[in-house]
T-cell receptor
């Protein structure tokens, strides 16, 4: 059974608006989370991470929010740009071990 | 070359063939990983090597055989595969060392798209 789920396979957003990508996990022991971005014909690239001691981490236009009680994290992109169009994967792990469980990805399309 | 490279980028093979996937990292990392991504499924970790020792074998069938001759190279040897093994195979590396932690960012190659006929 999948331990990390991204229930929206795709999302379409207008340029300049906010993109919100969601991710749910089932294992309450997970204490480290991250987001990867993947362009076609390229490997995933690390975007942003958050540990369970925080509920928010911000890096430029990208902010990740963690709600431990709901076992939910989200990635906010503000403002969205056409170059952000890609597949976004969330992943979760135990902090002391580098074994990640990935979601199946959300394809973001930012329209000009 | 920079980053993590994988060859070939595309591979079509029959069920009786033997082939190998190659991964090379130019980042000076000590840990390397093989992942499988089937259509519409999440990335699944297959193998982890740290300092050329296998530290994780995620219940992968024996028709997949990894090899890590040094910290820069990782191979995945394939034999008698099944059509359901068709997938994108991704290699990654991380700084690694004596221990692996989740904060050890993994850098991915572009993947090999494998089709088994």
């Amino acid at each position: 059974d999948q331990q990390v789920k991204q229930n929206s396979p795709s999302l379409s957003v207008q340029e300049g608006r906010i993109s919100i990508l969601n991710c749910d996990y089932t294992n309450s022991m997970f204490d480290y989370f991250l987001w990867y971005k993947k362009y076609p014909a390229e490997g995933p690239t690390f975007l942003i991470s958050i540990s369970s001691i925080k509920d928010k981490n911000e890096d430029g236009r990208f902010t990740v929010f963690l709600n431990k009680s709901a076992k939910h994290l989200s990635l906010h992109i503000v403002p969205s740009q056409p170059g952000d169009s890609a597949v976004y994967f969330c992943a979760a792990a135990l902090y002391n071990f580098n074994k990640f469980y990935f979601g199946s990805g959300t394809k973001l399309n930012v329209k000009p | 070359e920079t980053g993590v490279t994988q060859t070939p980028r595309h591979l079509v093979m029959g069920m009786t063939n033997k082939k190998s996937l190659k991964c090379e990292q130019h980042l000076g990392h000590n840990a390397m990983y093989w992942y499988k991504q089937s259509a519409k499924k999440p990335l699944e970790l297959m193998f982890v090597y740290s300092l050329e020792e296998r530290v994780e074998n995620n219940s992968v069938p024996s028709r997949f055989s990894p090899e890590c001759p040094n910290s820069s190279h990782l191979f995945l040897h394939l034999h008698t595969l099944q059509p359901e093994d068709s997938a994108l195979y991704l290699c990654a590396s991380s700084q690694g060392g004596t221990g692996l932690a989740a904060t050890d960012t993994q850098y991915f190659g572009p993947g090999t798209r494998l089709t088994v006929l």
